[in-house]
């Protein structure tokens, strides 16, 4: 639940490591996530300044 309620009031680094811990955690108590679902987690979270960004990236023919 954690990894779909980013928090607004942090910067990019701060989100993208919030990310990677719980992921890492996930990973320790045997319920890993694949490498799609890390970066759609990411891509859902990410704030407004980033539509194109994120855009470009799912709009993509190769997988991301």
Known sequence: MQLHTPKKDQNITTYLLDIKNLVDLL???GSPIT???HIEVILDGLF???DNFITSVTSR???Y
């Open 35 to 37: 490498q799609e679902e």
């Open 27 to 29: 990973a320790v108590i």
């Open 61 to 63: 023919l190769d997988p």
């Open 48 to 50: 407004e300044d980033y």
